[in-house]
């Protein structure tokens, strides 16, 4: 417990000073972090030079916290909704490279996980890794069958770091939202949750494993890709063994031109087999850079790594695609109605401010070619413009965003006059179409039917709860008319208004019968009748106390 807080006191200590070299001291004192820096350096803090932008000294920032601060700007990239363009170009940037662990805790790790020695297990084992990233690293290897694989260590000791990086993370997000009001709009904890989750699936490779085989098993995925084996015999959560493929990365145009591929032909298939993936079988890979994506020696797309994917319902996939019919069809309604459909949008939005900012963005895309036309940039903009409207989104079509514009900047290398919303486009056709095929209608009036069924044998009991709260005086009636506020202020003024002239006008005939009763009596003075004094005094007080309510009501 003691090592635990020691370990905490230093991160805090960690992230303070990282913030601090790069210019953001002010952030530091703001949340009450400079408590865990040194005496010294609040006294004398260092010169920080800001000569660089802003979206590069948050990169390195990130940089400097290591690996959970990495995966962090990473997915927080894929969030272009919440960041300025400079700061989410320089957090796609972010590579996730460390230095390699020692070979002997390579050896003890997989003694460990696997029961037996590595010299048992395998019958060849390189000592160089291949690649050493923040949460593992590769190694080259074979079986003792004879077959090639990649064994996949995870790094000793980095569940506990990232679990510490966490607690402070949610602890530090609680401050800066207890803090800053706009914190909430952005809703961090949600997206704080969302990154632990992901992160925390990463830890664990047999969720990888497991991903890598429903990607394998999903319908005609041979057309166009080829999934590397997964032994499970040889993996667990912290060990790795998949089928070791080699070949030449999708982004080496030059070597493919001499090797003389068809790039358009690799191209069309690299497209068709990831939005199959994303529009027939609603799971799909969702980090396709250069490096998770090999053309193999007969030609065959080679797709590697799968501890990031995406999930899409068949609802989201239905309105994604009816999205991009209309968009070719230049169908500013359907746009609306299928964007409209693919949140959850509050009672209190501005519907008619939404729709002008939707049709606004649909206006950017009506005169462009659709050879031009940008798939993901658009499903960007759409989750923008949601996002300020408060409309909640599933976190894997931001995802989604990123892993298109990934797609389409390979594509447009390999053949600068493909389009990937036109390829989407008989995809989009086939999945309306299926929807009402009677064996979906059919299916679709079951569900409502029991659906409808189910409501219809709880109701009895529904009816019994709502006459308990009848009974118990518990059941409360809100009624609404927002259209008649403006209608009781303005009735409220005037009542204001009115009785202030009542007033006044009291005020006006107490006076004047003072003085034409002072005219009688000869007095020149009210102070030589304590009666009329007393009198006067209460209705001068009583005006002062009705004006003063009035005014600070705001209804004059």
Same mark, same amino acid.
């Given at each position: 417990?003691?090592?635990?807080?020691?370990?905490?006191?230093?991160?805090?200590?960690?992230?303070?000073?990282?913030?601090?070299?790069?210019?953001?001291?002010?952030?530091?004192?703001?949340?009450?972090?400079?408590?865990?820096?040194?005496?010294?350096?609040?006294?004398?803090?260092?010169?920080?030079?800001?000569?660089?932008?802003?979206?590069?000294?948050?990169?390195?920032?990130?940089?400097?916290?290591?690996?959970?601060?990495?995966?962090?700007?990473?997915?927080?990239?894929?969030?272009?909704?919440?960041?300025?363009?400079?700061?989410?170009?320089?957090?796609?940037?972010?590579?996730?490279?460390?230095?390699?662990?020692?070979?002997?805790?390579?050896?003890?790790?997989?003694?460990?996980?696997?029961?037996?020695?590595?010299?048992?297990?395998?019958?060849?084992?390189?000592?160089?890794?291949?690649?050493?990233?923040?949460?593992?690293?590769?190694?080259?290897?074979?079986?003792?069958?004879?077959?090639?694989?990649?064994?996949?260590?995870?790094?000793?000791?980095?569940?506990?770091?990232?679990?510490?990086?966490?607690?402070?993370?949610?602890?530090?997000?609680?401050?800066?939202?207890?803090?800053?009001?706009?914190?909430?709009?952005?809703?961090?904890?949600?997206?704080?949750?969302?990154?632990?989750?992901?992160?925390?699936?990463?830890?664990? &490779?047999?969720?990888?494993?497991?991903?890598?085989?429903?990607?394998?098993?999903?319908?005609?995925?041979?057309?166009?890709?080829?999934?590397?084996?997964?032994?499970?015999?040889?993996?667990?959560?912290?060990?790795?063994?998949?089928?070791?493929?080699?070949?030449?990365?999708?982004?080496?145009?030059?070597?493919?031109?001499?090797?003389?591929?068809?790039?358009?032909?690799?191209?069309?298939?690299?497209?068709?087999?990831?939005?199959?993936?994303?529009?027939?079988?609603?799971?799909?890979?969702?980090?396709?850079?250069?490096?998770?994506?090999?053309?193999?020696?007969?030609?065959?797309?080679?797709?590697?790594?799968?501890?990031?994917?995406?999930?899409?319902?068949?609802?989201?996939? &239905?309105?994604?695609?009816?999205?991009?019919?209309?968009?070719?069809?230049?169908?500013?309604?359907?746009?609306?109605?299928?964007?409209?459909?693919?949140?959850?949008?509050?009672?209190?939005?501005?519907?008619?401010?939404?729709?002008?900012?939707?049709?606004?963005?649909?206006?950017?895309?009506?005169?462009?070619?659709?050879?031009?036309?940008?798939?993901?940039?658009?499903?960007?903009?759409?989750?923008?413009?949601?996002?300020?409207?408060?409309?909640?989104?599933?976190?894997?079509?931001?995802?989604?965003?990123?892993?298109?514009?990934?797609?389409?900047?390979?594509?447009?290398?390999?053949?600068?006059?493909?389009?990937?919303?036109?390829?989407?486009?008989?995809?989009?056709?086939?999945?309306?179409?299926?929807?009402?095929?009677?064996?979906?209608?059919?299916?679709?009036?079951?569900?409502?039917?029991?659906?409808?069924?189910?409501?219809?044998?709880?109701?009895?009991?529904?009816?019994?709860?709502?006459?308990?709260?009848?009974?118990?005086?518990?059941?409360?009636?809100?009624?609404?008319?927002?259209?008649?506020?403006?209608?009781?202020?303005?009735?409220?003024?005037?009542?204001?208004?009115?009785?202030?002239?009542?007033?006044?006008?009291?005020?006006?005939?107490?006076?004047?019968?003072?003085?034409?009763?002072?005219?009688?009596?000869?007095? +020149? +003075?009210?102070?030589?009748?304590?009666?009329?004094?007393?009198?006067?005094?209460?209705?001068?007080?009583?005006?002062?106390?009705?004006?003063?309510?009035?005014?600070?009501?705001?209804?004059?």
């Amino acid at each position: 417990m003691f090592h635990k807080e020691i370990r905490r006191i230093n991160r805090y200590r960690d992230i303070a000073m990282a913030m601090i070299n790069q210019g953001f001291g002010y952030i530091v004192a703001e949340i009450g972090l400079i408590k865990w820096l040194p005496f010294s350096e609040r006294l004398f803090p260092a010169y920080v030079n800001n000569t660089k932008s802003l979206g590069e000294r948050v990169r390195l920032v990130l940089e400097a916290l290591g690996p959970t601060y990495i995966k962090l700007g990473q997915i927080a990239s894929t969030h272009q909704e919440l960041f300025p363009a400079e700061i989410s170009r320089e957090l796609e940037k972010l590579q996730d490279q460390a230095a390699s662990f020692p070979f002997a805790e390579v050896s003890r790790i997989i003694r460990a996980e696997l029961g037996a020695p590595l010299e048992e297990i395998f019958q060849q084992f390189e000592l160089t890794p291949l690649a050493a990233a923040s949460i593992g690293q590769v190694h080259r290897g074979l079986l003792k069958t004879g077959e090639p694989v990649a064994i996949k260590v995870q790094r000793p000791g980095i569940a506990t770091i990232i679990e510490t990086d966490l607690e402070i993370l949610y602890h530090l997000v609680n401050l800066v939202e207890r803090r800053f009001k706009w914190a909430e709009n952005y809703r961090i904890s949600a997206m704080l949750a969302e990154f632990a989750k992901a992160l925390r699936n990463e830890l664990d &490779y047999t969720i990888e494993a497991r991903n890598t085989k429903k990607i394998a098993a999903q319908p005609n995925i041979n057309s166009y890709f080829y999934i590397p084996k997964v032994f499970s015999d040889y993996s667990t959560n912290k060990v790795l063994t998949t089928e070791y493929l080699t070949g030449i990365k999708i982004n080496e145009i030059d070597r493919l031109k001499q090797q003389g591929y068809n790039l358009p032909d690799l191209a069309q298939r690299f497209v068709q087999g990831l939005l199959q993936q994303i529009f027939s079988a609603g799971f799909f890979h969702g980090d396709p850079h250069p490096g998770n994506v090999i053309i193999l020696p007969n030609g065959a797309l080679g797709l590697l790594d799968f501890g990031m994917v995406g999930r899409l319902s068949p609802e989201i996939r &239905y309105h994604l695609a009816s999205m991009i019919i209309a968009l070719i069809r230049h169908d500013p309604e359907g746009i609306i109605k299928a964007v409209l459909a693919l949140g959850i949008v509050p009672e209190n939005v501005n519907l008619r401010q939404l729709k002008d900012d939707l049709e606004q963005l649909q206006e950017q895309f009506y005169e462009v070619p659709l050879s031009q036309l940008s798939l993901g940039n658009l499903v960007r903009q759409i989750v923008t413009v949601l996002f300020k409207h408060q409309i909640k989104l599933p976190a894997d079509l931001t995802l989604l965003g990123k892993t298109l514009i990934t797609l389409e900047g390979l594509t447009k290398k390999l053949d600068p006059q493909f389009s990937v919303i036109k390829a989407a486009e008989p995809l989009g056709q086939r999945l309306l179409l299926e929807r009402w095929q009677p064996k979906q209608v059919i299916r679709k009036i079951w569900n409502n039917t029991t659906a409808l069924f189910e409501l219809f044998l709880s109701f009895p009991k529904q009816f019994k709860e709502l006459s308990s709260f009848i009974r118990q005086g518990r059941l409360r009636l809100e009624v609404a008319l927002p259209d008649l506020d403006p209608f009781f202020k303005k009735q409220e003024r005037i009542m204001n208004r009115l009785s202030l002239c009542i007033i006044l006008l009291s005020l006006c005939i107490m006076m004047a019968g003072v003085i034409i009763g002072l005219s009688f009596s000869r007095q +020149t +003075t009210v102070l030589t009748n304590p009666i009329v004094e007393v009198g006067f005094g209460i209705a001068l007080a009583m005006f002062l106390w009705i004006f003063y309510a009035i005014i600070r009501s705001g209804g004059l």
